[in-house]
């Protein structure tokens, strides 16, 4: 069997998306049975298939118990046999299995099927991400073609820029891109922050027997950071010029070393560090923060021969030799591609600190990003380990948003959160709790079970800055079909007593498929007779 087409339509609908994925497949020779196993992330909930056989002929499948699902049981007379069966075989922390299974496939004709599902968005560094894992690279696999509509969450003013697995593809809606098989696909949408600074927290509901309800929640931190309120003593600033950052990386590097410098507190010392396979001080020592000491670092990095090997270790020697004697008041800012040794983890690199430093040392991140690469997860970037709990960030920028983001980058990488103390003022059994505090440009996602009927009223209380704030909920009746598709993906942890049959009616209730429901599809025209 071969596949003929892959198209996946995302429609976002603020931090969530609702998916369809449509794929065509032909069978080379004889008819046979299509067999597609793939993944999706684990916050991911499948709740619809439609197969479509040659001819034009359609058949919608249904929710039936999973175990019921794989019997054998005699066709009625006049039938023909099931198409499709869709059930989910695995769950881990990142991805969730799914097995499809349609038949008949004839040769030289074409079946498709389309699958849909929901899925919250990741909200980080300012940018909304949805990443699907790759699928291999088989050769009866095609490149999937994307198409991405709706609109930006609220409190947006529209969109700065979308990219497609690596590439620009503009700044408007629907936006179109290809795939890759190896990479996967990865959609990021950086939204236009205009003027409006406020938090914002949105809300469905969907009504459940015995007069309760569930409800999911979105908290959204204002992109734009407080000040800082930190009054460095010390400043060093640790960049990357081996030869995978490039040369505009090379530039993006220089462009935000020279803006954090002019940003940090002028009474401040500095230096900055450039590493390859080697580790080297631009100044020898700290100098004063001024714009003398500044030009002369910014023309070490522009000078530096891109040379191979990225030994961040040599470079984290110096500043612990460096701050071993005075470690508090101390920033420390590293700018690389993130395309370090596989030997080098977060765990190892967090261990080459002395425990003084580790502790009273503010450590920062910019993963420096070139087109057509992806954004690197938290785990692929070594240096995360450093700034793990110290006050500092891990912010991942594309070299083309270097201009717009320089300005403001020291108060990102170092500034408190806009939002802490969060608290969900009407929310009650939540099965994810917010998160205490929110750094700028994040948001967070929250599930639960209400002992009452649908609430559209909700508030949370934090403390935005230095004063105590309520933020009013707005009511999403569009997102009330995802709520218990965000309740029941295979990730989330149900109450204690929750069993199987529970899961069951509830999925029933919201097309589900869960590890006790799967989806059936009968021929088109017969009854269904599968329980």
């Known amino acids: 069997v071969t596949e003929a087409r892959h198209h996946i339509d995302i429609k976002l609908r603020g931090l969530i998306a609702e998916v369809t994925t449509t794929q065509s497949v032909v069978a080379a020779r004889d008819t046979a049975e299509a067999v597609y196993t793939f993944e999706l992330p684990s916050t991911a909930a499948v709740t619809g298939l439609t197969v479509t056989l040659p001819g034009g002929k359609s058949t919608k499948a249904e929710l039936v118990d999973a175990s019921a699902a794989l019997r ?16 989910l075989i695995k769950i881990d922390g990142r991805a969730s299995t799914y097995e499809l299974r349609v038949f008949p496939v004839s040769a030289g004709r074409a079946v498709s099927w389309s699958v849909r599902w929901w899925t919250p968005l990741s909200f980080r560094d300012g940018r909304l991400l949805l990443r ?22 609220y409190g947006f003013d529209g969109v700065e820029s979308i990219v497609g697995s690596g590439l620009t593809t503009g700044s408007r809606l629907p936006a179109r891109f290809s795939g890759s098989l190896r990479q996967g696909v990865v959609v990021e949408l950086v939204p236009r922050t205009g003027t409006k600074t406020a938090p914002v927290l949105e ?83 700290f100098k004063s923060n001024d714009k003398h000491t500044r030009a002369a670092i910014g023309q ?129 059994q939540l099965l994810t709790d917010p998160p205490n505090k929110l750094v700028s440009g994040s948001a967070s996602l929250a599930v639960g079970f209400n002992r009452n009927k649908v609430s559209r009223r909700l508030a949370a209380k934090a403390v935005m800055g ?45 097309s589900v498929v869960t590890r006790a429901t799967s989806l059936w599809a009968p021929y088109p025209g017969d009854r269904f007779a599968r329980a």
């Open 466 to 510: 230095e004063r105590d704030v309520s933020i009013t909920s707005r009511y999403r009746k569009d997102l009330e079909r995802s709520v218990l598709p965000l309740l029941l993906a295979p990730t989330q942890t149900l109450p204690d007593g929750f069993d199987d049959l529970s899961l069951m009616q509830l999925a029933m209730r919201g």
């Open 132 to 153: 699907l894992p790759p699928r291999g690279h088989q050769e009866n696999l095609v490149n999937e073609q994307v198409k991405i509509s709706g609109t930006a969450p």
């Open 72 to 87: 054998t049981t005699p066709a009625p007379e006049g039938t023909r046999a099931d198409v499709a069966l869709l059930r």
């Open 300 to 428: 070490a990095i522009a000078q530096a021969p891109l040379a191979n090997g990225s030994d961040l270790s040599a470079a984290l020697a110096i500043v612990d030799a460096r701050l071993k004697a005075r470690p508090e008041r101390s920033v420390v800012v590293i700018l690389s591609d993130a395309m370090t040794p596989l030997a080098q983890s977060p765990a190892s690199v967090a261990s080459l600190m002395s425990a003084t430093i580790a502790r009273n040392t503010r450590f920062a991140h910019i993963t420096v990003v070139p087109d057509g690469a992806p954004i690197p997860q938290r785990r692929q970037v070594a240096s995360s380990g450093l700034t793990h709990d110290n006050r500092g960030r891990l912010l991942a920028v594309r070299a083309a948003e270097v201009a717009p983001r320089q300005k403001r980058l020291w108060n990102e990488l170092l500034a408190p959160p806009p939002l802490r103390s969060i608290e969900l003022v009407g929310a009650e």
């Open 203 to 285: 809300h469905a509901a969907v009504a459940l027997p015995g007069s309760r309800s569930a409800s999911a929640y979105w908290l959204l931190a204002p992109p734009k950071s407080i000040a800082s309120d930190l009054n460095a003593e010390r400043v060093i600033v640790v960049v990357d010029v081996s030869r995978s950052m490039g040369e505009q990386g090379r530039r993006a590097a220089q462009a935000m070393t020279m803006s954090i410098l002019a940003e940090a507190p002028k009474s401040a010392q500095i230096d900055a560090l450039l590493f390859d396979r080697h580790a080297r001080s631009v100044l020898g020592g």
